[in-house]
């Protein structure tokens, strides 16, 4: 799962290293439209809703967090 989302990120924002920290958020790589736009891909690729309980600093530093996030919300 890991690597269809950092795949999916990589394809989707270009300019934006995924692999370069684990704290993606903590750094400020991601800011709140990056973050938005996270969401609707994700969303759209693997056919999934991200309650807003889940948009939390831990799912988002890094790619494992997302992967994970997506694969609870998978088999909800």
Same mark, same amino acid.
């Given at each position: 799962?890991?690597?269809?989302?950092? =795949?999916?990120?990589?394809?989707?924002?270009?300019?934006?290293?995924?692999?370069?920290?684990? =704290?993606?958020?903590?750094?400020?790589?991601?800011?709140?439209?990056?973050?938005?736009?996270?969401? =609707? =891909?994700?969303?759209?690729?693997?056919?999934?809703?991200?309650?807003?309980?889940?948009?939390?600093?831990?799912?988002?530093?890094?790619?494992?967090?997302?992967?994970?996030?997506?694969?609870?919300?998978?088999?909800?």
């Amino acid at each position: 799962m890991e690597e269809k989302v950092l =795949a999916l990120l990589t394809s989707e924002f270009p300019d934006i290293d995924f692999t370069a920290s684990d =704290a993606l958020v903590d750094d400020g790589i991601l800011d709140s439209l990056t973050i938005t736009g996270i969401i =609707a =891909a994700l969303s759209m690729e693997f056919n999934i809703t991200i309650p807003y309980e889940e948009i939390i600093e831990e799912n988002f530093n890094s790619v494992a967090g997302l992967a994970r996030m997506v694969q609870k919300l998978s088999n909800v």
